[in-house]
């Protein structure tokens, strides 16, 4: 299995060099030459099994010879065995033809746990073969960040860097960030929003000197690593309503594109998907693309859905690659227009767009409402996310197909919102009570390229 940039213009890779690689060094996104199928049979057998042994047969395909199969299946075993549900990924009904996936089950409670705990084992399988060590940036509006750090905290081979916008995080997303003593782990908060960390960490990809000089990986959304490991909840969901004698849509809350996209991949690979739902807040950008082709961005507006805080959606280039039927010129032209403001998609490209994906805004009121709403209907607290998710996702239910909305976080990392909609307090689970009462450590710095980059080599120096 190879894996080529969207933006054809950087060697192709093996699954390992991927991986490890994160952006492909002529700025583009890895994806697989091609993508492999599950027969029907195949998928049939999946109904049933324990969520590891599901994620072997899925993720099997896609990683070549970088591990044996008794190496990835204890990988596998180990990513999950943190988790706190047998199911890992268990569904709850909301309503009749309505599902909640709930996601939140990992150690740091969002979905984020299901990528970062197998990467952090694949990382560390693969590094110590050869010895090599690495140096991991991150950005995040919170959950990437705190997921990274929980999953690389204490490795070998490894320190992890996170930049994160000073005070635009929840105090559980910080704490998770900036309590853990590992000293491999070092917590940036950077004066600025998630673009502008985000951006920075681009910057420092594209400075080939620098990424040499410590060894630079990623594991942001866009590793594909991380793609790959949120393929297999859309497989196990889809089979436990009944696929792939039946369709079923999913409605994802979406902010980078890497979980929908995940959700496409699932698609190509023969599960039976009606429709795919990309579900944002305030900050819609998406939503606007893909009802009018302009992808302009306009500035971060702040919500209660802090994650989905972006205008930039990096994973959006692998939709548009395939869009515009693999043709990566067109994409580095797009990203190029980017840069000068924004890019409107060609009719072809936006005619398939809409063949893969529906989508739809949620604002601010409209999350408390559905907050409080599924409150009063189910019982079920939803995290400010979630509930994005499960607004939009009402407004595209159809008879006869099942909807599976993605739960992408547990209520508790967002308790000021979730209280101030429903009126109850969502408890955090014991075994993140602790985090309150340690110390925090957290460097802040401005939003400066030269400055940040500073301080990674000095603190990597050995
Ligand atoms: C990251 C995140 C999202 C957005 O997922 P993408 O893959 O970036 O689209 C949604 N909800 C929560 C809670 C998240 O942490």
Redesign the pocket.
């Known amino acids: 299995m190879r894996y080529i940039s969207t933006r054809g213009k950087a060697p192709e890779l093996s699954f390992e060099e991927a991986m490890l690689t994160g952006l492909a060094r002529d700025g583009g996104l890895y994806l697989p030459k091609t993508i492999p199928t599950l027969s029907t049979a195949e998928i049939k057998a999946l109904h049933g099994m324990p969520y590891e042994e599901a994620a072997f047969t899925i993720m099997r395909p896609f990683i070549g010879d970088t591990f044996t199969d008794a190496e990835f299946k204890q990988l596998i075993a180990q990513a999950y065995a943190g988790f706190n549900h047998a199911a890992r990924a268990p569904l709850k009904q909301l309503d009749s033809g309505h599902f909640l996936l709930e996601l939140?089950h990992g150690p740091t409670l969002?979905?984020?746990d299901f990528a970062m705990q197998l990467i952090g084992q694949m990382f560390q399988a693969a590094l110590s073969r050869s010895g090599k060590r690495i140096t991991i940036v991150g950005a995040t509006?919170?959950?990437?960040g705190s997921?990274a750090i929980e999953a690389f905290r204490g490795l070998d081979n490894v320190d992890v860097f996170i930049l994160y916008p000073h005070g635009r995080v929840s105090d559980v997303q910080r704490r998770q960030m900036t309590t853990p003593s590992e000293s491999n782990v070092h917590a940036l908060a950077v004066t600025g929003d998630f673009d502008d960390c985000q951006a920075r960490v681009k910057d420092m990809f594209n400075d080939f000197d620098f990424r040499d000089t410590v060894s630079l990986a990623g594991v942001n959304?866009i590793n594909w690593g991380r793609v790959l490991a949120?393929v297999v909840y859309f497989f196990t969901s889809a089979v436990s309503l009944g696929a792939p004698e039946r369709k079923v849509s999913f409605t994802?809350?979406?902010?980078?594109?890497?979980?929908?996209?995940?959700g496409y991949i699932a698609k190509q690979m023969g599960l039976p998907i009606d429709r795919l739902v990309v579900a944002t807040n305030q900050n819609d950008i998406l939503h606007r693309c893909l009802s009018t082709s302009d992808y302009k961005p306009d500035g971060v507006t702040p919500s209660i859905?802090p994650?989905?805080d972006?205008q930039v959606?990096?994973?959006f280039e692998r939709a548009l690659f395939e869009a515009y039927g693999r043709d990566s010129a067109a994409v580095a032209q797009l990203m190029d227009e980017l840069k000068a403001g924004g890019f409107k998609v060609s009719q072809g490209a936006a005619q398939a767009l809409s063949e893969s994906y529906d989508s739809g805004r949620c604002s601010e009121e409209e999350t408390s409402a559905t907050i409080a709403q599924a409150m009063k209907a189910t019982g079920e607290l939803l995290?400010p996310?979630?509930a994005v998710g499960v607004k939009v996702a009402s407004e595209h239910l159809q008879a006869d197909t099942p909807m599976i909305t993605?739960a992408?976080?547990h209520p508790a990392?967002f308790p000021d919102a979730v209280e101030a909609a429903s009126g109850v307090r969502p408890p955090l689970p014991a075994h993140m009570l602790e985090q309150f009462s340690r110390d925090e450590r957290v460097t802040r710095v401005e939003n400066d390229l030269a400055e940040i980059q500073t301080l990674i080599k000095d603190r990597t120096r050995s």
Request: charged share 10%.
């Open positions: 939140f969002a979905f984020k509006s919170g959950d990437t997921a959304s949120q994802v809350p979406t902010g980078n594109f890497g979980d929908i996209f995940a859905s994650s989905m972006i959606s990096s994973n995290c996310h979630s993605l992408t976080a990392k």
